[in-house]
């Protein structure tokens, strides 16, 4: 038992210093005197503030349930060290830096200044709208630099919290935020996620600007509610994945309170070589999937195989992330943007793209990168939501993933071959379900390899998440579409023990018998 106990210890001790593997982050990519630290639950909270003040680091906040939280370290102090001092102690599983994260836009080129909805019926959205305009029940949560709440093609479709008053500066919903009537920001720490960049407003356009009003343009759903959270200033480089941990914390908060959020686009990234593997921020788009929301992001806007060289958080395996790559209005791949083939799931319009902008209350521009490629697909996903209001979020990937338009210029450029077609989609929904044989299974004292076959539909991932240290998952914690599930069953020589281990959604129940098995 103590030497499987090691062996475990080991293992998680690998997650503490992951970000080292690849080489040294940046100094440049992560808060200098910050760091994220993950605790075990069975620890004490007087052992925990012992861990913290042996290190000489002050507790700032817990992040959510996610299990971490953000320290800040003593002057001098540095980064790399903290995290060498914390592994020490067996009651942290793992510790990083507080990472920065940057917009996935590109400045406008004048090869792309075909000024237009061109992306609109590429992606077939005329033959969708002909299915459904969206629906004002269906909440996207935009993760970005905030909306200019007041805009004449935005403002129809804002999100209003129906327990908030507005401004009166009491929290009425009892949720812990007050006066988030429209959102929130995490950047700034208010209730007003208004947008000083302009990166969202033009993303929040290309979701959901109010359709046939006789103003300006129009959004892949006519008829939704956005819900602006706002993670960065005029910056645009200046989020952490601390505010990102809130920011997802909040919106699973609301999604469990009874709020019908089913999406949420993240039109930014930045964390690769320059910061390494954000197991935290990682955590915390899980725990959103799990609560049923969708997560679509951006491949980045490198120009780069991200099979090689990932760009997180879109390159992260997650059921719940659609990663986005970005097309031209000749169904070519952007010259900047990031691809795959296991990494980036399929192709949207994001090449000189025309929406709303944060100038003034009626201003419209055009904007390029993977940013205005995420939005289309996070649009098409609220439409899916609104005709199909029982697909959960995996059933909303592979319903995306499987109705693409399979195009030349994309095969072997993204795992689905190709481009987004939002029509095909609301025809053709897909229910995932997962069969993975006996939910009860008696495993040998002994222990060794478990072997859980899983049949389920093409491109419907599913999670694989052991109920207690001693079951292990020997290879991915992810998989898309059928597949077997390696797992590793410690020795149990003294008691009987059982727990859990979920997988596609369905529970499995592990009995390890004193006397052995069968």
Known sequence: ?????????????????????????????????????????????????????????????????????????????????????????????????????????????????????????????????????????????????????????????????????????????????????????FRFEDSDPTDQHGHGTHVAGTIGAVGNNATGVVGVNWNVRIMPIKIYSQAANDTTSAMLINAYNYVRMMKLAGHNIRVTNNSYGGCAEACGYDQATKDAIDALGD??????????????????????????????????AASTSIDSRASFSNFGVVSVDLAAPGAGIYSTTNGSNSSYGISSGTSMAAPHVAGVAALLAAQHPSLDARSLKATI???????????????????????????NPVSCTADVGPLERHIPTKGGLLQITVNTQPNCDFAVKPGSRWIRVLDRNQTSGSAV??????????????????????????TQNRSGGK
Not at 68 to 88: H, N, T
Not at 312 to 321: A, E, H, L
Not at 403 to 414: C, Q, T
């Open 1 to 185: 038992m103590k030497a499987g106990f090691f062996f475990l210890q080991l293992f998680l001790c690998v997650s503490v210093v992951a970000f080292q593997a690849a080489g040294q982050p940046r100094s440049d990519r992560f808060v200098k005197d910050e760091l994220l630290v993950k605790f075990d639950t069975g620890y004490a909270a007087e052992a925990v503030a012992s861990v913290h003040e042996r290190v000489n680091a002050t507790f700032l906040e817990r992040l959510g349930e996610t299990g971490w939280q953000r320290v800040r370290l003593a002057g001098g102090s540095s980064v790399a060290k903290a995290i060498e001092q914390y592994k020490k102690f067996p009651a942290v599983l793992a510790a990083q830096p507080n990472f920065y994260y940057e917009l996935t836009a590109v400045p406008d080129d004048p090869q792309y200044s075909n000024a237009g909805l061109w992306g609109l019926p590429k992606i077939s959205a005329p033959a969708a709208w002909d299915i459904t305009t969206g629906s004002n029940t269906v909440i996207v949560a935009v993760i970005d630099t905030g909306m200019r709440l007041g805009h004449e093609d935005l403002a129809a479709n804002l999100w209003a919290n129906p327990g908030e008053i507005a401004n009166n500066g009491i929290d009425d919903d009892g949720n812990g935020y007050t006066d988030d009537a429209n959102g929130w920001d």
């Open 291 to 324: 609560a049923g929301v969708l997560n679509v992001f951006s491949a980045g806007n490198n120009g780069r195989n991200t099979d090689s060289l990932p760009f997180y958080p879109g390159s992260y395996d997650s059921p719940s992330i659609l990663n986005i």
């Open 401 to 427: 993933m499987n109705n693409v338009d399979v195009l030349p210029d994309w095969a072997g450029v993204v795992k689905t071959s190709g481009r987004l077609n939002a029509a095909a989609a609301l025809q």
């Open 485 to 510: 599930v390696d797992i590793f069953i410690g020795v149990n020589p003294s008691i009987s023990r059982s727990s859990t281990l979920e997988v596609g959604g369905q529970t499995i129940v592990l």
